[in-house]
DNA sequence: TGGGTTGATGTCAGTTGCTGTCATCACTCT
DNA sequence: AGAGTGATGACAGCAACTGACATCAACCCA
């Protein structure tokens, strides 16, 4: 295994976090990426599907860390709680990771189409954290909204850290996130 | 204007709805859509942005209906309410074009990439229905929370809309979409 | 020891989505 | 009649993505 330099799909990824925060998504070209990581165009789409999935694959262990931290949870938990506290204990993931979560954030969010791939792979999670949920035994509607009410949570607080300058706990935001939920919510009676 | 047969952008739109449907999205080539439409591939894309565009360009329609709708209800109004109600109008629109409106969906449903823009182009939706909120005076987080909420409770009734076989009445379908959500979130208390 | 297998990578040619640029020409306006 | 104007065509070109096959170090097993 030692012909080439090793970690092939983690030099793609780097190079084009580089290159697409330096130039911008747009203006920079998968062979501009496979050079600068020493490697071919071909070899780029070996590893991702596209050029934005550089951007996400790191989703999906994001996804399987909810799972089955919503799978572990105790029994007698409420579903919202539970998927709560998954959210806290990936949030605590990602706080080690703030730096490269940052700027991948500005890359997203400066392009259209990036924004788009990022939905999607939030409504991926949502459909992946519902079904968890019914695992446990909660019924189809429930646990969807449930798992969304998750997601939109988790966004903003994820909102929060970003523009955070003081650097509060990222699990504390959500937290807080999920507290301010609950005041909007309990105070409309429509 | 009798150069060219007329309504140049509706004949690309029928082609390829036409054409996706029958060999499906990525099977069929923009150069195709347009030989069908007796036009050039370069005419093609001045109309549509993209190639997945031809199938949304509606949207565009749909927000603004929306939007007045919510910039038109009385003063008085709930927010949740004007929002329900807006999309009880606009459900009465979908309604008169069932048959191409299910075509649109069987399309979008088979393709992962239309899937895609279609969830952003709901994000769109939810975004200026809760600016139109705003401009009514109600807070930023609530104008959110209602116009997402909303947005959640049309692609509940929509999915029910599609499947379902006696032709109930869509807006009707939005209402009881609305009553199952208020009894789903009233029931939980956590 | 040596040959066969494997797996990550390279090479190359081709399709297609999409864009820039300029030409065309019926129609309109003055 | 002559000068726009606006929708379209023609054409060249870039870059994303794919399929098919070659390469060759490392590993496996007799």
Redo the contacts between chains.
Sequence with gaps: MGRWEPDGRGRLERAALALYGERGFENTTVAEIAARAGLTERTFFRYFADKREVLFWGAGALRELLVSAVASAPESA?P??VVVAAFETAAAVLQERRESALQRQVVISAN?EL???E??KL?LLGAALADALRRRGVPD??AS?TA?TGI?IFRAAFEAWVHETEQRAFPQLIRDSFD???A??SG?S?
């Design positions: 409420a919202m709680d259209a924004r788009e791939r939905l999607i409504a509607t429930a909204l969304d939109a301010e939920l609950k909007v919510t409309a429509s």
